[in-house]
């Protein structure tokens, strides 16, 4: 039997990293693929004594097996403001805050409130390769921004605000997926401000902006938004547990209150259980210090793999250092397929992302994702160091001389 | 500020019952308008002692609190497996099923993978009134069958089929919300057999197919689906918990590959803890005791209510008498407009649901729905008496010789 589905899913497929996630259950395997938070950092011990208290707790049990509300558990979108105040994000109440089931489903509704099957969406190329298919999702049209210094390329995003109206531009400015670059000041200020002159919505993506372990931070896109262009996603993934699926959205109160619509229709509410264990964590005051304690070991990571891939990589090869987030992205001044090798890599038990898979459009084929923050020094330095042969190896077998 | 939305966004503004529940959360108010199983039902010992475990095992703690897979928690989809064969659906594997956040996303998921823009949906007329705004967010035109004897009317099921070639017949046979009525065998068999003629998809919703307390069970509709043109939703709202929103669709694998597509883009995974909940509750063979002890609460609080109904209301009123689930239909013989009387009834600190907000054309206003199963019996009884009042003395007033 065969099935038609909608204009929307019927070309999408499954991401290639589909497919590789489901190798990497082998544990030989070393993995730079994924973006799975250190399972150091995964706060177990404050998770167990939270649901024990709540389950001792014959109100608040019942409470959070029963039906709730759609915008949030009672009291968390409170204890949102709060966070986004320390992000910069004044002046906001409860009711420019919606709870989502982990960020990806803030990207959805958000895609769903506001794009018509043709409408152009704009996107830094490379970006978040989940985020592609959920507005294609939706058959809008995924355009590429060029990345410049300090963020995106102003000009080239004037110049596709003009031509293609946008409903919607995309961009991760904190340590960014796929590239671990940051945006400056300067360029959140711009980028918002073309938002309000062209009539379009930005959405800020987050979820990596908590884990900074060099460098100052930046204020966040929706800090310099006075006129109320700016979506800001953002969830508990990276900084609590990203098991537990809970993310939020920070907007205007018409825009939020579209979304709840949305999300009411989409699972009615995220888990009671999942947001009273969340709520419990803030009040706590969990949330700071098991983000302090996580950065060291970030950061250790982090110099590992770098001090490994100046180590040992082949001379063509160029990377981002970057100041947070879990990624680092890396280029090959060499006719390397990066998708090939990476054969050869999991036959060694390495995996990476082939950079392919992140862009839009124009995708090069001579670039690679790294994930630091899933595997220990000691695995990285021994996983790089089989990356560096495996690469070398291909570019001695490419020079001319060399051709078989 | 002023936002342009979605065509399948835009025009939704909410329900009208989102603004009812935010009336019910005064205890004083006895209330049948929700459809929030027995507070006596939700399983918070066994709850906590499996929290308990999973969180004294540091392997599925980890687990639990990192990502997952997005079709579902590893091993939780064979144990969906016994529990569709205890409901006839045979031959299926763990790629049949998906787990979804709550039935409700199962819908979504549905309307996604099937419905472009224009696209026609057949619901049973009345239905549930969640899956009108769901169906409508993807542009699709919601279009109503008539009920008939048993089921369906299936002249006016044929007649809509080739008229306007759906692309999905929704339907709810067992305890529909919000009439409680059951379809017979015969009415289900021929239901799939005319999906198959004019190739359409059935999405048999069976959220309280469980919930049975008296008569007899049907064979699900799924059983009889010989072309795979039958997509059976459910979740474990009624059965668990609602607020832990986990449910599950059984299809073809071809379908469930493109669900869980959107699924991926949608919410990436349900809370695994969720999961990690619900597999262990299942393998510890909590799920039918749990059951068992619910069904004389629920049957004790139909039986209550039929009886105020049948002692308190005017004789103009008739009422379903349902088998199981949590809802009883009813209407006046009368001109009696139901949502205008309901002020009048929140006045006396009850409420129900107008019955004209369940229908996708011609609603009638002489209909109610009521919930039994989240008051007790004296709570029923007191607030039926309360409505019977309400009614009689509308009626009276709109005699012609009373007419003020």
């Known amino acids: 039997m065969t099935y038609t589905f909608s204009a929307g899913l019927a070309p999408l497929t499954g991401t290639a990293t589909r497919d590789i996630f489901k190798l990497l259950t082998r544990p030989e395997i070393i993995s730079f693929a994924g973006g799975l938070p250190a399972g150091d950092c995964l706060p177990v011990d404050a998770i167990r004594e939270i649901t024990g208290e709540i389950f001792a707790d014959p109100g608040r049990s019942l409470k959070c097996l029963q039906y709730g509300a759609t915008e949030g558990y009672p009291g968390l979108r409170e204890l949102i403001i709060p966070l986004a105040e320390d992000l910069g994000i004044t002046g906001i109440g409860a009711d420019n805050v919606l709870m989502v089931s982990g960020g990806g489903q803030g990207l959805d509704l958000l895609c769903k409130a506001f794009c018509n099957p043709g409408d152009a969406v704009l996107v830094e190329d490379p970006t978040f390769l989940g985020f592609l298919p959920t507005a294609q999702s939706y058959s809008a049209r995924t355009i590429g921004v060029r990345p410049g210094q300090g963020g995106l390329d102003l000009e080239d995003l004037e110049r596709k605000l003009k031509e293609y109206h946008p409903k919607l531009v995309y961009c991760i400015p904190n340590f960014s997926n796929p590239t671990g670059k ?83 229709g989409a699972d009615l509410h995220s888990s009671n259980l999942t947001q009273l264990i969340i709520k419990t964590y803030l009040e706590k005051g969990y949330f700071f210090p098991n983000i302090e304690k996580s950065l060291p070991i970030y950061r250790k990571r982090r110099n590992a793999m770098i001090e490994a891939l100046d180590r040992y990589m082949p001379e063509e090869f160029t990377h981002t250092n970057p100041e947070g987030g879990l990624f680092i992205w890396g280029e090959f001044d060499a006719a390397i397929d990066t998708a090939e090798i990476f054969n050869a890599a999991i036959a060694r038990n390495v995996a990476y992302i082939q950079g392919n898979v992140f862009f839009a459009a124009n995708p090069p084929v001579n670039a690679i994702r790294l994930n630091y923050s899933n595997e220990d020094p000691e695995r990285i330095e021994a996983g790089i160091r089989v990356l560096g042969e495996v690469f070398k190896e291909k570019i001695a077998l490419s020079r001319p001389g060399n051709r078989m």
């Open 182 to 264: 940051t945006y400056t000041v300067e360029n959140r200020a711009a980028v918002t401000d073309l938002a309000e002159k062209y009539d379009t919505i930005v959405i800020e993506d987050d979820p990596y902006g908590r884990l900074r372990f060099a460098g100052e931070p930046v204020p966040v896109m929706k800090s310099f938004d006075k006129a109320d262009r700016v979506a800001y996603v953002s969830s508990f993934s990276k900084t609590v547990s990203p098991g537990l699926r809970l993310g939020f959205v920070i907007a205007h109160r018409d825009i939020i209150r579209k979304l709840a619509i949305g999300k009411q």
